[in-house]
């Protein structure tokens, strides 16, 4: 198989196309061709060897990547409910690698059949996967409730952008979403269901005296912090990531008890492992919310070989939207 490995911690230009050996998948996986895979923030943390000397995570050589969309190539012993050939997308299982490949192995719990949906596949991988995660993190995580209000910030990277129809989808009353300056015109543009899209340097002013029920914030820093004025007594936090590269950053826990607000973090690599009773309802919502029309992203498709200009960008925050890569011949 082809596939894009790290051959070590480093730039993008670590990223080299390589043939390895096709693998075979074991009892309760499933081998998928890969026509598509997504370009995600956390393969270009692991690329550059942020998690290094945490345990389990990847070292080099690896292949990135979580989520693919492709056809069944094979099924292990013991799989039901997929047939070789048909239409699936999967998300990560926990590894949180092997999807630039030409080959993927995932448990069946984490992959879905599309067939019966007209989706296009780079679509697919780039929307189904997140929305899936979205749906966990608001029914089990921060229980979103039908009539609450949602504030999205980051609004249009690729977490983030699956969270305004899964919460409009679960009843949301209203879905506000923050972008840096440089990408208010992007949002103005983007076909997103958000009610409104602000300016985050200009928080939180640009939001008059609204508060919400539930903040999601990928971003972390000084948005972290911010957000926990923007909540109601009984407002939820859903910390799910740190794009802001600010480590350092801490909240004042004081700030929780005095204003009755909960912090809840989200690591999707930790948590469905531990509850894998909500992936498969999880999915299932996610091709609804996509099939629906309610997760429309710009999305960028490039070959394999190009792997290295894909995290350059990603790192230069030039994206609006998803970008994925495809296997070459």
């Not at 990223?15 to 074991?26: F, K, R, Y």
């Not at 999601?216 to 957000?227: E, F, K, N």
Request: hydrophobic fraction near 45%; charge should be negative.
């Amino acid at each position: 198989m082809k596939a894009v490995q790290a051959t070590r911690f480093g730039d993008p230009a670590v990223l080299t196309v390589v043939d390895l050996p096709d693998p075979a998948p074991g009892p309760g996986q499933v081998a998928i061709d890969v026509t598509h895979a997504a370009v995600g923030l956390i393969d270009l943390f692991f690329r550059q060897g942020r998690y290094k000397d945490r345990p389990g995570m990847p070292q080099p050589p690896f292949i990135p990547g979580l989520e693919v969309a492709g056809t069944v190539r094979a099924l292990g012993a013991g799989v039901t409910g997929l047939a070789v050939g048909e239409r699936v997308v999967s998300m990560s299982a926990g590894g949180g690698t092997g999807g630039y490949a030409s080959v993927f192995v995932a448990p069946a719990s984490v992959v879905v059949s599309t067939e019966g949906h007209d989706l296009d596949p780079a679509l697919a991988v780039s929307v189904v996967p997140n929305a899936a995660m979205a749906h966990v993190a608001l029914t089990r995580v921060v229980h979103l409730s039908e009539g609450e209000s949602v504030l999205v910030h980051g609004a249009l990277g690729g977490f983030s952008a699956a969270f305004p129809g899964m919460a409009k989808r679960l009843g949301a009353s209203r879905v506000v979403g923050t972008v840096r300056a440089s990408r208010l015109a992007a949002a103005a543009a983007t076909k997103l269901p958000y009610d409104l899209i602000v300016d985050s340097a200009e928080l939180p002013d640009a939001l008059g005296d609204e508060r919400f029920d539930v903040v999601i914030d990928p971003v972390g820093g000084a948005v972290r912090s911010q957000s926990l004025d923007l909540m109601p007594p009984g407002g939820r936090l859903l910390a799910a990531g740190n794009a802001s590269g600010d480590w350092d950053h801490q909240v004042a826990s004081n700030q929780l008890w005095l204003g009755s607000v909960t912090i809840a973090g989200f690591n999707a690599g930790a948590y469905l492992p531990a509850h894998p009773q909500g992936v498969r309802p999880a999915l299932e919502a996610a091709l609804d919310v996509v099939a629906a029309g309610l997760g429309q992203v710009d999305v960028d498709v490039l070959p394999f070989s190009a792997a290295a200009r894909a995290h350059e960008r990603m790192e230069s925050r030039a994206v609006d939207g998803r970008i994925v890569l495809t296997p070459e011949p």
